[in-house]
């Protein structure tokens, strides 16, 4: 997300003065940990509006007074923003985008392109994972868990390159960032267990017949965890697209060439 960060804050430099408000859009919005995260690494007055299908869900922690909370999916995306005028604004989500249906998706991806509104897309699973030491039955049930998260037309691990694909032909010019959960006994072990028991739940229930399989490999993990053997790099990955028609210098001196530009 580090080398995201300084090319987003770049861009929102550019299309408006640096004294300026940016209104923030968050998909999913949750407990409101994506704002918590984002807020203190923008350097701008913010306007947060959350979207989720259960705003009670946001409640639960402390927000700013001005944070607005709309009770809606991401359906509602387009028509927040087309009903919203000005430069200076930003759509975010955090682990997100593969539990959305392939429709929903695009249809988000459309309402960025249509209105010309930047992106931040982070913690996307990739459906990809190494775990050491490895293990024989690793393959089988990743490969359940992947078809698991395809679900009832969901985008599950293919959601990055859905996304990538629509924005960049949309004229976005599209940044990807490998961004692993890298986890070890030192991630705490209740927290690393759950991980692997969600995993192996949603494997089980593709793939019924794996049953026996993933019962002797979660006990293997749990016993190498506990000895602090165990490494896991599950695959994430962060999306930053821009809406382009100009170069923007970066902090450093690189340069960001984005679609129509010289």
């Not at 300084?6 to 859009?25: F, R, T």
Request: hydrophobic share 40%.
């Amino acid at each position: 997300m580090s080398t995201l960060l300084p090319e987003l804050v770049n861009y929102l430099i550019k299309v408006g003065d640096h004294e300026g408000s940016v209104e923030i859009i968050d998909l999913g919005a949750g407990t409101g940990a994506n704002q918590r995260w984002l807020a203190p690494r923008l350097p701008f007055r913010q306007r947060w509006i959350h979207i989720d299908h259960d705003p009670v869900i946001s409640r639960w922690l402390p927000l700013p007074d001005e944070t607005m909370i709309i009770n809606d999916s991401v359906d509602a995306l387009a028509r927040l923003l087309a009903g919203r005028d000005g430069d200076r604004r930003l759509v975010t989500c955090s682990a997100l985008l593969d539990i959305l249906t392939t429709g929903q998706l695009d249809a988000v991806c459309r309402a960025l392109i249509d209105n010309y509104v930047p992106v931040l897309f982070s913690l996307t699973v990739t459906g990809t994972h190494r775990i050491a030491p490895s293990d024989p039955a690793d393959q089988p049930l990743l490969e359940a868990f992947n078809d698991h998260q395809r679900r009832a037309g969901r985008a599950g691990p293919e959601a990055t390159s859905l996304a990538t694909t629509t924005l960049r032909t949309g004229g976005f010019t599209v940044r990807c960032q490998q961004t692993p959960w890298q986890l070890t006994a030192s991630s705490g072990q209740g927290f690393v267990e759950q991980v692997l028991q969600e995993r192996v739940d949603a494997a089980v229930v593709q793939e019924p017949a794996l049953a026996p399989t993933a019962a002797a490999w979660l006990d293997l993990r749990r016993t190498q965890l506990a000895r602090g053997v165990l490494r896991i790099d599950l695959g994430h990955s962060d999306i930053l697209a821009l809406p382009g028609g100009d170069i923007f210098a970066l902090p450093g001196g690189d340069i960001l060439a984005l679609p129509g530009g010289p």
